[in-house]
């Protein structure tokens, strides 16, 4: 646990979430112009892009504040998950077209990256243990 608490790891760690977002950021643009979606399917994706750069910003300055960071990572595992449990859905009764089964695969992946980045920032942030 103290490896994920060090200051080189969490920097490491803040800079690749930036990198991350820059990368959401582009692909869910470049979605959105390809197949179209509506401002308000895209403003959410922006926001955990917002946030995770908000959160990889504040890491960096103290890099014993990574609530916001944490934060950041479950936001953007909830809107995974959820961006894929619709088209999860469709594909099971039958409505999915090849778009959204082909956007699910992707999601899936990205939402093993986001708990798995969610996880590491929740050790982050967990409190040190108290010196006997």
């Given at each position: 646990?103290?490896?994920?608490?060090?200051?080189?790891?969490?920097?490491?760690?803040?800079?690749?979430?930036?990198?991350?977002?820059?990368?959401h950021?582009?692909?869910?643009?470049?979605?959105?112009?390809?197949?179209?979606?509506a401002?308000l399917?895209?403003l959410?994706?922006?926001?955990?892009?917002?946030?995770?750069?908000?959160?990889?910003v504040?890491?960096?300055?103290?890099?014993?504040?990574?609530?916001?960071l944490?934060?950041?990572?479950?936001?953007?595992?909830c809107?995974?998950?959820?961006?894929w449990?619709?088209?999860?859905?469709?594909?099971?009764?039958?409505?999915?077209?090849?778009?959204?089964q082909?956007?699910?695969?992707?999601?899936?992946?990205?939402?093993?990256?986001?708990?798995?980045?969610?996880?590491?920032t929740?050790?982050?942030?967990?409190?040190?243990?108290?010196?006997?």
């Amino acid at each position: 646990m103290a490896r994920v608490k060090s200051s080189a790891f969490v920097r490491r760690f803040a800079i690749a979430s930036c990198c991350l977002a820059g990368i959401h950021f582009l692909l869910e643009t470049a979605y959105t112009v390809q197949y179209g979606q509506a401002l308000l399917g895209l403003l959410p994706d922006y926001l955990a892009d917002l946030l995770l750069i908000w959160g990889s910003v504040v890491a960096l300055k103290d890099h014993k504040a990574t609530g916001v960071l944490c934060g950041a990572w479950g936001f953007t595992l909830c809107l995974h998950y959820r961006a894929w449990a619709w088209r999860f859905q469709s594909v099971m009764d039958g409505t999915a077209n090849a778009v959204d089964q082909g956007t699910m695969v992707v999601l899936a992946s990205t939402m093993a990256v986001s708990a798995l980045c969610f996880l590491l920032t929740l050790l982050m942030a967990l409190p040190d243990k108290p010196q006997a």
